[in-house]
């Protein structure tokens, strides 16, 4: 009988130590586990400010950055580029951005230019039709799916939807409203911040 018992009781030993150990492996498992759900840095990062060096742009030029997974251009203007927004603002729809105020244009780019600097327009590419990506039609004049006193901007090769150079959607097309302008901000003269101004909101 006391044999038996010791058995018992070795059994019971031999199987604490099992679920314990079975335990231990079991919460290590779920460490691995959780931490694999951990953000990333690069996701952490994803909604930071970008830094942009714009010392290098040159007249009638644009660059694409990525900022919280969107393509932000970042066109320096010429002169002539300017000037042709004179003669959009009457065909354009909104054009001193007052539809979605907050949401599409910060204070500071609420004017003809959209921007802080006229020379530089900074605008998310993406469509507010449909989420789509216009493409840049520079070039002036008559072209395939566009007018023929046309000034020059962005053209959605989806449903047609055109922005002038200031990213102003035109009258009477599928998009409802001009294309957004994160906040940003210039430190100095080669230097622009996209996702966070001055007063830092973000």
């Not at 002539?80 to 907050?102: C, F, G, H, W, Y």
């Not at 009258?171 to 294309?179: C, F, G, I, R, W």
């Not at 080669?190 to 830092?200: A, N, R």
Request: glycine share 10%; hydrophobic share 35%; aromatic share 6%.
């Amino acid at each position: 009988m006391s044999n038996e018992k010791q058995v018992d009781s070795g059994r019971r030993g031999l199987l604490v130590a099992t679920c314990a150990a079975g335990g231990v492996a079991g919460l290590a498992a779920t460490g691995v586990l959780v931490s694999t759900f951990q953000p990333s840095e690069r996701a952490k990062a994803a909604g930071a400010p970008v830094e942009f060096d714009i010392s290098g742009l040159v007249p009638g030029e644009l660059k694409t950055v990525e900022w919280r997974g969107k393509p932000v251009w970042i066109l320096k203007r010429t002169p002539e580029m300017i000037e042709s927004l004179k003669q959009t603002d009457a065909q354009v729809a909104d054009p001193n951005s007052e539809r979605k105020q907050d949401e599409l244009t910060p204070e500071y780019a609420r004017n003809e230019y959209r921007s802080i600097k006229p020379d530089i327009l900074v605008a998310v590419g993406i469509c507010t039709h449909l989420g789509c990506s216009p493409v840049t039609r520079f070039q002036t004049g008559a072209q395939p799916s566009l007018p023929d006193d046309w000034h020059g901007g962005f053209l959605c090769p989806c449903h047609g939807s055109t922005f002038d150079l200031a990213g102003r959607v035109f009258k009477n097309k599928p998009a409802p409203d001009n294309l957004e302008v994160p906040r940003h901000m210039f430190v100095g003269d080669s230097k622009l911040v996209i996702g966070k101004d001055e007063k830092g909101e973000a």
